[in-house]
């Protein structure tokens, strides 16, 4: 007897519209966290992941969207 194939379940879209906004700000969250984070490294830390004080400076310019 063969085995059962499981299908992933579809939703259709319309139903996951009101997800998109939700979606953005926990983008938007995540990308602010780590930009703060990122700020609060010490050279050291900077230096062992391979990034300056002007490359943290430029991403903390960037828009966060």
């Known amino acids: 007897m063969p085995a059962a194939v ?3 379940v ?5 139903r996951l519209t009101w997800l998109r906004p939700l979606a ?3 983008t938007l969250d995540a990308r602010y966290r780590t ?3 990122l700020e ?3 050279d050291r830390l900077l230096q062992d992941i391979g990034v300056t ?4 400076a430029a991403e903390l ?3 966060l969207f």
């Open 10 to 14: 579809r939703i259709p879209r319309r």
């Open 35 to 37: 930009r703060v984070r």
């Open 40 to 42: 609060q490294l010490d």
């Open 61 to 63: 310019r960037r828009p």
């Open 6 to 8: 499981l299908q992933p």
């Open 53 to 56: 004080r002007a490359d943290v």
């Open 24 to 26: 953005l700000l926990a």
